[in-house]
Each structure stands twice: as C-alpha cells, then as structure tokens.
Nanobody, 122 residues
C-alpha cells in the first residue's frame, strides 16, 4: 500500500510558475513510476507527465510538453512537477499517482493522492 501526498498548489498569475511536490511513502515505493494528472471542473482527468522509477525516463502529454517538467528525488521519495508559463486554462486540481508501468493513462494507476488546487488568474 502506497500513500501519496501532494503540495505546492496555490494562486499564481498568468505567465507565472509553480512547483508541485508529491511525497510517496509505503513499501516498495521506489519500484513505482509516478505520474501527474489534473482535472478542471466539468472536464475529464488529464494525464500530464510520468517519470520512470529507475531509468528516469519521462513521458509528457501534448498539452504540457515544453512547459512542464517532471523530476524525482529518490532520496527524498519525492516527485516534482515544475510548471512554467501558466495560463488560466491550467487551473485545475493536480494529483499524483503511482503505476508499475510508466504511462499517463489514468486507467493504469494503482494509487492516487488527494490532489492540490492550482488557480491561475488572468
């Protein structure tokens, strides 16, 4: 059983940056790849990025490639999502999730965090 806790959400202006953190705990946590998702009101949950547990290989969704960067610090059991050049369309609840097979498909996730809210003002 894994536990994932997100932090770092908040209010930011258009064009600004924000870094989210996801702390992962539990047995075997280092064997899981970690993905970031977001869900805006009235919209489907969207896969953003994923980082492999050992190789560090990354996957990005088309909507955030080039603006968002995923990274992990295994010593701290933490995965980060650096978000740059934010727009109001990025406003959503952001969640991290754990998966054995690296993917940004929400059906492939085994464990989920509760999420952190990001609001981008115009």
């Amino acid at each position: 059983q894994l536990q994932l806790v997100e932090s770092g959400g908040g209010l930011v202006q258009t064009g600004g940056s924000l870094e989210l953190s996801c702390v992962v705990s539990g047995d075997g946590s280092n064997y899981y790849s970690i993905a970031w998702f977001r869900q805006a009101p009235g919209k489907e949950r969207e896969g953003l990025a994923c980082i492999d547990s050992s190789s560090g290989r990354t996957i990005y969704g088309d909507s955030v490639r080039g603006r968002f960067t995923i990274s992990r610090d295994n010593a701290k059991n933490t995965v980060y999502l650096q978000m740059d050049n934010l727009t109001p369309e990025d406003t959503a609840t952001y969640s991290c999730a754990a998966t054995i097979i690296p993917t940004i498909l929400r059906t492939g996730m085994d464990y989920w965090g509760k999420g952190t809210l990001v609001t981008v003002s115009s």
